[in-house]
């Protein structure tokens, strides 16, 4: 499964930097109808990396100084408010 997992992870990666040299090329050329499209598949290929990215995060065994997030972090201003 690892293996199937980082050749996936691999693919999000390969296919974001093919989308940033399009993306670079299309606003060159001024090609902005089809921005939209590859906006679209980035979107698609961030929310796949991220994903495996939360994945393998949440497999990882947690140290016991991350127990609870630290004061300064966006979730624990948003607690205490």
Known sequence: MTEYLQKYNHCFVDNLNQLLKDTEYMLKKEKYSQLTELSNEIKYNVGGLK?????????????????????????MKYIQH
């Open 51 to 75: 994903n495996y990215i939360f994945f393998w995060e949440s497999l990882s065994p947690i140290k016991e100084d991350e127990m609870t997030p630290g004061s300064n972090t966006d979730l």
